[in-house]
């Protein structure tokens, strides 16, 4: 039986299936869509399954069937899940899952190039337009890079994403053009928003978002929890916890998923830098935005987490969150300066500041046995943080290196509409 989306808000919204949830991004209601339920999976299930293709494949076959998309699964899969993602072991310490090993270094490869994989497969010619504050436009545009159809505009705070992110963000050329707005990421964000409430920009480009509320950028993220926990069972028997570097609560919302399906999942631990949101909430049990905090963990400076409403459709309280399994670790910036240097001391091996959160919270837990931490970048890509801590150079994988040797092109802007139809209407 199909599985169809509903909305986190009205339960009368009308349900859509998961090619219509792709191309709508938000439910009519303004709510997220999430899956109204989800697939009743057993290990057994995926016998004979073990490439990240192919047991995504399995997991995301109820979803696809009767969609649109449906002959296409497992080309999507195998287009768009092309590295590798290994759960690595470090003697007397936790397994780690890199998730940075696709052509921008970090997790959120997955889900850009699961959502282009779709998005080609149900379009013919059309314009993402993105906003993006570092890591997400890098992202959507290597995963839109030369499709064909496909034309993607990334619009990036002037002066504001590091030299590495720029680079990501300005040298694909093709079909990928970058404009640099001379504003803040509120002004890029302002500057979309307006661009798809107007009809005539809207229609004759055929926008589509690609942001991370997206059911087509959260569902793929499930695939590496599956892979990673039924590795380890087949190994070990026991279930896998998994640490998680949380800010939107996207990555971590794919977990609870795969859990939910039924994959062989212990606890998940949410772990935050300084921003306090998430754990006051669950010291309260009342919810409140708090204004974003800069930290060295920057992916994840978000004040109000915006996949909070799918979060609470499973337990709307912390303490049910808890007996569910679902706990939270927050982790200011001078434990992450220490657990990436603690990790290297241990196990000689350089970790990002994001990862360095599901380190500290690893430690202060015990140090559980049947963990992994979920390593979301590089630590090539942080470098200016990373380096003067450990006091030796990073070396930068050959996917990073590949777009750092091109060269840079972009337009800058003002951060007004007008300019931004001007750019557009080029296209
Ligand atoms: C986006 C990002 C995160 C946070 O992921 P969410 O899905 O927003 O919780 C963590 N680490 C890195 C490197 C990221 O790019």
Same mark, same amino acid.
């Given at each position: ?15 859509? =299936?998961?090619?219509?949830?792709? #191309? ?346 049947? =963990?992994?931490?979920? =390593? ?14 450990? #006091? ?36």
């Amino acid at each position: 039986m199909a599985i169809r989306w509903k909305s986190t808000r009205s339960a009368d919204a009308a349900m859509v =299936s998961l090619s219509e949830a792709i #191309g709508q991004g938000l439910a009519s209601d303004g709510g997220l869509f999430v899956p109204e339920r989800l697939p009743r999976l057993q290990v057994s299930d995926f016998d004979g399954l073990s490439s990240l293709p192919d047991v995504a494949g399995r997991f995301l076959k109820d979803f696809f069937s009767g969609d649109s998309l449906e002959g296409q699964l497992s080309q999507i899969c195998s287009s768009a899940f092309d590295f590798a993602v290994p759960l690595r072991s470090f003697s007397d310490g936790p397994r780690v899952l890199e998730l940075f090993h696709g052509p921008t270094a970090a997790f959120k490869d997955f889900g850009a190039r699961f959502l282009a994989q779709c998005l080609v497969r149900t379009r013919s010619e059309f314009t993402v337009l993105v906003a993006t504050s570092g890591d997400t436009g890098g992202a959507v545009a290597a995963a839109f890079w030369k499709l064909k159809g496909a034309k993607v505009v990334v619009l990036f705070p002037e002066g504001r994403v590091s030299p590495r992110q720029q680079k990501q963000l300005t040298a694909w050329g093709e079909n990928i053009r970058a404009l640099s707005v001379r504003g803040d990421f509120d002004d890029c964000q302002r500057l979309v928003k307006a661009a798809f409430q107007e009809p005539a920009l809207r229609d004759s480009l055929q926008l589509t978002s690609a942001n991370s509320i997206n059911a087509g950028r959260l569902l793929p993220q499930a695939a590496y929890y599956v892979h990673a926990s039924l590795a380890y069972f087949r190994e070990t028997g026991r279930p896998l916890s998994f640490f998680i570097p949380t800010g939107n609560l996207g990555n971590a919302l794919s977990a609870l998923w795969a859990r939910e399906a039924g994959l062989p999942i212990g606890k998940i631990t949410l772990c935050t830098n300084a921003n306090r949101s998430l754990s006051e909430f669950y010291r309260s049990g009342t919810w409140k935005a708090f204004p974003t905090e800069a930290t060295l963990a920057n992916a994840m400076d978000v004040g109000n987490p915006s996949n909070l409403e799918r979060l609470l459709t499973f337990q709307a309280k912390p303490s049910e969150l808890v007996a569910h399994g679902v706990g939270t670790e927050r982790v200011d910036d001078d434990a992450i300066r220490d657990g990436i240097q603690a990790f290297d001391r241990r196990w000689s091996e350089a970790i990002c500041p994001h990862t360095a959160t599901a380190y500290q919270a690893w430690v202060r837990q015990g140090e559980p046995k049947d =963990s992994a931490l979920v =390593s979301t970048a590089h630590p090539a890509k942080f470098e200016t943080i990373v380096e003067p801590l450990l #006091g030796y150079k990073i070396p930068v994988p050959s996917t990073l290196d590949f777009i750092l040797t091109r060269t840079e092109k972009f337009t800058t802007i003002d951060p007004e509409l007008d300019a931004l139809r001007t750019e557009l209407r080029k296209n």
